[in-house]
């Protein structure tokens, strides 16, 4: 492990010199640009083979500029939001840089350390050409229902070699024909080829459809007035969270966090964090992480760095869509070696997952002092399963798979919100019409789960119970992170019920199975997958008593849940 520190600065600074631009023009053009974003994702959902594209909406799509700034991305996966900096950069780098880029080129990507994220998570690049000159690139990083790993998913990798096949940069299509080889050896590597084959078919179709609509953005404003104007965007962007952090004094302020285990040693993995506000500069030091893990939860450093972006813009975003100026005033701190900057190949299967629980210890570090400016701990996790097996009927290889929503914190503002997770805010899981229609189980439950919110003066958000019944022999990998680690509430607020899932065989036998791989789940037996509910905020004593009396009625709480914790309230 090295001792040397990694300073890394979130966002890129100006280009060009400031240059008037009408600030009707500029809205315009950041709102052109949303929507070149927006049209990505259409095309992308649109012709998507996987569900866990086209329902989960588990992907990311954006416009860069040739300086590798954000320009806009559409909602869909936030915590992709800051890595596909490193998926341009690090595709570019593999083909031989800039040089050799041609128009029509499509890169593909998807090496952990480069991504940030395990290798299912494949990015196409595409270079965006005006009148000659490279101005920009468009990407769409996606999940792969498979790519040739030890398992379609895991938790227990030990290095990324078992973790799936590598694309390190190389063309996917060169000056716009398919490169058949590469193509070829993309499909070959899958358990699922017709699902991948569509998918790569929908990521080339969504990138292309994002060139077109920047290329008419600049036909249409020129070259210069577009450099102008999206300069002056990134300049707002800036401005905004600067405002946000001018309202926090100096100061460092302490969280600690844990994962349940490493995946595959038992035990916990405490960590600790640390949050520097310095004259509207804010930095993220994860410096003090533990060393990097035998098992996948280590989480690359460009994920570390998004977990950064994703939790200012959050906070500090006034509602936007960000851009590179979001993420200017943000800087992390990392030590090489350790779990947010692993060195390869230490495996990061489950890169995500420290991710999100740093996301949650970032609040929490601010809330020890400044409780009224962020949420108490949501459910903390996105609870992923990701089934596979055979047909009965046709013996075709079929694969699904999903997060799985919790409840949010309560803040200084209102009760915590069901039923989302602030790092995959825009994801979603199917009607459960719609699986029982695409896959062999029956939905017993999709209800709401009675008095897991932490109390509070505002609620957290209720949890979830998900309960499938297996039609047929098959497989699954269960990730519910923080089922040791109950949700925690913020200022008086009280912990929620933490996440877990459970085996049911045979109709009465529960098997805790949080973080496993491969659970073989027989005809007739059951998954329970319990997501967890959202942190209390302030004294319980403080709730009014018309709120309490309502989440009665609504059958949120029960009689005896307001009695233990609203002793003062008559039913």
Known sequence: MSSELHHYKCGVDRKSNKAEVDPITTQIVRNSLNSAAEQMKRALCRTAMSPVIYDVLDFA???????????????????????LNFCIEEAVKGVGGESKLNEGDIIIYNSPYGTGSHPQDAALVMPVFFDGELIAYTAIKAHWLDIAGKEPYSTDTVDVFQEGT????????????????????CIANTRVPNSVAGDINA?????RAGERALKKIVAKYGLKKFRDTTEAIFDAGEMIVRNYLKKIPNGEYVGSGQMDSNGVEEGTVPFDLKVIIEDEKVILDMSNAPPQQNGPINCPLPST?????????????????????????????????????PISPAPCFLYGWPALQAIEVFYRALGTKFPENVPASSGGCINGIVWWGIRE?????????????????????GDGATCLHHAESATRFAPAEVWENRNPWLINKVELIQDSCGAGKNRGGLGVNFEFEMLEDSFATTVCERSKLPPWGLNGGLEALPNNCFLMEDGKTNREVPKATRVPIKKGNKILLQCGGGGGYGDPKERDH?????????????????????PNVKL
């Open 166 to 185: 590598v694309y390190p940069g190389v063309k996917l299509y060169n000056k716009g024909e398919l490169v058949e080889d590469i193509y070829k050896m």
């Open 393 to 413: 009927e046709t013996g075709e290889p079929w694969a699904d798979g999903a997060p799985h929503p919790v409840g949010q914190g309560a803040s200084h503002f």
């Open 305 to 341: 760095v998004s977990t950064a972006r994703v939790s200012m813009s959050m906070l500090a975003g006034s509602n936007e869509p960000p851009n590179e100026g979001f993420f200017r005033p943000i800087e992390v701190i990392t030590k090489p070696g350790t779990l947010f900057h």
């Open 546 to 566: 018309s709120k309490i009396i309502d989440d009665v009625k609504q059958g949120y709480l029960s009689e005896e849940y307001v009695n233990k914790y609203y």
């Open 61 to 83: 799509g954006a416009i860069y500029d040739n300086h590798m700034r954000l320009l806009a991305q559409a909602p869909s996966l936030p915590l992709f939001m800051g890595t």
């Open 203 to 207: 990521q080339a179709i969504g990138v």
